[in-house]
């Protein structure tokens, strides 16, 4: 889009201007303007590159290629090593032991408002605007429930709505650039900096959960390779594929290893609590990795394979 290169360009500007301004008139020294002045060059250099770049979209990817792109595997008999298996609990420590009357409301709250969302498009076709809107209200209230009052998580996790993600990669041996927008991203942190534990990938009908399982992959492989080359400590990925109804929950674990756990919404009360509950536990996990509670390596002047946020070299 010329507007988006446009506005680069003069944000570039903007940055050499700002550049040389503080070499003439600020009190930094001269050796700390030129680390950044590398910085910046560095930076420039990589989105040139990346951008000229052949691209390849996530969800063109097979599920053999995400395997190999990303160096995962399903989890299975052979390969099963202790803690392999899924042993995600339910967040249920603060719902049933501090705030149980607050759960039970919020709950019946939000069956509620799926409720009328159901009759609002009474007789129309389930489409994607339909699964869109179902998840927004799930998505939103059970984060927002989770915020309220600092209950479970503090304010420092939000979702991501089609955050840009890319990755430089090799197929077939040539260099290509890897890219796509998950539906949702949970962030505890920086974009830049892969801050995310959990990946949301919406399908339109049942039949194309499939599809979405090599999609929701691809994006959870981008975050955990991302994740090692940055050296967390938690390189672990949590994603579901999900038409709003079942919820297939997926998990990368720190042997880059996946399983998977589905639930389906309106099969039983339990099971439509297990699932809040399951997002209740991830969003907490997200927030005690979030930089109030941690302290991770930074990622100060060094250039990764991988990146997201609204800077990454997506196609115009």
């Not at 500007?13 to 303007?33: C, D, P, Q, R």
């Not at 989890?75 to 049933?96: H, R, S």
């Not at 998977?260 to 099969?267: D, H, I, N």
């Not at 209740?280 to 946020?309: C, D, K, N, V």
Request: with cysteine.
């Amino acid at each position: 889009m010329a507007s988006k290169k446009l506005f680069r360009k003069h944000a570039l500007g903007l940055i050499e201007v700002a550049l040389k301004w503080l070499s003439a008139t600020s009190n930094v020294s001269k050796a700390e303007v030129d680390e950044i002045k590398e910085t910046f060059e560095e930076v420039k250099k990589a989105a040139a590159r990346d951008s000229k770049l052949p691209g390849v979209a996530i969800s063109d990817l097979t599920l053999k290629e995400v395997k190999s792109i990303f160096r995962i595997k399903k989890l299975t008999p052979k390969n099963e090593q202790p803690g392999d298996k899924w042993d995600l609990e339910p967040y249920d420590d603060v719902i049933d032991i501090q705030y149980p009357d607050d759960f039970s409301e919020f709950f019946i709250f939000l069956n509620k408002a799926l409720d009328y969302l159901e009759l609002a498009h009474e007789g129309s076709t389930k489409a994607e605007a339909l699964v869109r809107a179902r998840l927004d209200v799930i998505l939103g209230l059970v984060l927002g429930f989770a915020k309220q009052d600092g209950k479970i998580i503090g304010n420092s996790v939000s979702w991501g709505y089609e955050t840009p993600f890319w990755k430089t990669v090799y197929i077939r041996f040539r260099q290509r650039l890897l890219r796509g927008r998950p539906d949702y991203a949970l962030w505890y942190g920086a974009q830049a900096n892969l801050e995310t534990n959990l990946v949301i990938v919406e399908a339109k009908t049942r039949e194309e959960l499939g599809k979405g399982e090599r999609q929701l992959l691809g994006y959870m492989g981008l975050v955990h390779t991302g994740r090692i080359e940055r050296g967390k400590a938690d390189t672990t990925v949590y994603g579901i594929a999900t038409d709003s109804e079942t919820f297939n929950f997926y998990r990368i674990n720190q042997r880059s290893k996946w399983c998977s756990k589905a639930l389906t919404w309106g099969y039983t009360d339990e099971e439509n609590r297990d699932i809040v509950r399951l997002l209740l536990r991830i969003m907490y996990l997200a927030s005690r990795q979030s930089p109030t509670h941690t302290r991770e390596p930074t990622s100060h002047h060094r250039q990764f394979s991988s990146s997201a946020g609204e800077d990454a070299p997506m196609a115009d």
